[in-house]
């Protein structure tokens, strides 16, 4: 039997300053990810266009659990708004600790509604097997 997934899909709004370069909290929030999140075997993507954040965390449920509340308390974000709470059973990004995409042309409802849920999952994982086979 294998264990149970959970997978949240999330948007919300950076509230740093406009004029301050973003690649600095891009680093910080990645580092972080990527160094704790295998630990308590967590994969996942992040998105970063027009000062949004849109981001896939998928593992065990009460490891997504506690990633997400803390992402809710982080001062980084605003209105964080949640596009889809499901139990997969496989991952979308199993290879990935946190895989990482910026400035992807997504449309502004994608980001804004529960129904984009599934467009954005797509458009992620359509991302980064672009990036992996052009790295490749």
Known sequence: MQPALRRVIYVSHTVTDPDEPIG?????ILTAARRNNPRIGVTGALLYTARRFAQVLEGPPEAVEAIFETIQCD???DHVTVLEVSAPTV?????????????APV????????????E?????????????????
């Open 75 to 77: 001062l980084r974000h």
């Open 91 to 103: 991952r979308a990004f199993a290879d990935w600790s946190m895989a990482f995409v910026a400035d």
């Open 120 to 136: 954005l999952l797509a458009m992620l994982q359509a991302a980064i097997r672009n990036t992996e086979a052009a790295t490749a």
């Open 24 to 28: 600095p909290v891009l680093a910080s």
């Open 107 to 118: 449309r502004a409802e994608t980001l804004g509604e529960a129904g984009g849920a599934a």
